[in-house]
Nanobody
Framework: QLQLVESGGGWVQPGGSLRLSCAAS????????IGWFRQAPGKEREGVSC????????NYAESVKERFTISRDNAKNTVYLQMKSLKPEDTAIYYC????????????????????WGQGTPVTVSS
């Protein structure tokens, strides 16, 4: 079965750091663009970051730019989201998703362009 599994979420104080992982099974990540999305209670799902299948292009929401870094390790079939300087407004459930409708050199934040979704990992930023 094709699956994505997120891990690494938890509780952290404002200003702290977390690294989220997205591991794939049933398919090879090397051929897919990977996006990170998040959803807070009462809010719409929003795109956070994405990385193209060849790893050469990354995009970030303005709210996380310069604080979050996305990367991929195809040998481990895993994509990471390194988060630093976390703020309370970053509190949400974080989802990773894989899509194969993009070119090798591009990715975006349109949910319907992604085929496979994980179950999410919660991140809570508070004092």
């Amino acid at each position: 079965q094709l699956q994505l599994v997120e891990s690494g979420g938890g509780w952290v104080q404002p200003g702290g750091s977390l690294r989220l992982s997205c591991a794939a099974s049933g398919f090879t990540l090397g051929g897919y663009a990977i996006g990170w999305f998040r959803q807070a209670p009462g809010k719409e799902r929003e795109g956070v970051s994405c990385i193209s299948s060849n790893g050469g292009n990354t995009n970030y929401a303005e709210s996380v730019k310069e604080r979050f870094t996305i990367s991929r390790d195809n040998a481990k079939n895993t994509v990471y989201l390194q988060m630093k300087s976390l703020k309370p407004e970053d509190t949400a459930i974080y989802y990773c998703a894989g899509g194969k409708t993009y070119t090798d050199t591009y990715c975006g934040a349109t949910p319907r362009r992604y085929d496979y979704w994980g179950q999410g990992t919660p991140v809570t930023v508070s004092s």
